[in-house]
């Protein structure tokens, strides 16, 4: 998990290093919850506490980036 999560933090800072946008629009944003919460690796019961149980990422963080990526590839 912290590998995971410390190379979204570095792609990211490349990312806004070289001015490109690090956050997803609101509508992708909308889009990775929607597959989030259709598949059967979630877990929690709100969107504070969802988290996917392949990457143990909380998901409501995981959605808002650029870098982030689903373990599954459904987005």
């Not at 990422?57 to 995981?62: A, E, G, N, P, T």
């Given at each position: 998990q912290i590998?995971?999560?410390l190379n979204t933090f570095?792609?990211?800072?490349k990312q806004f290093l070289?001015?490109?946008e690090i956050?997803?629009?609101p509508e992708i944003?909308?889009?990775r919850i929607?597959?989030?919460l259709n598949c059967v690796y979630i877990t929690g019961n709100s969107q504070k506490t969802y988290r996917c149980k392949l990457c143990?990422?909380?998901?409501?963080?995981?959605?808002k980036t650029v870098a982030s990526k689903c373990p599954i590839n459904k987005w």
């Open positions: 590998k995971d999560v570095w792609i990211s800072c070289a001015g490109n956050l997803v629009s944003e909308n889009t929607n597959e989030c143990k990422c909380f998901i409501q963080l995981k959605i």
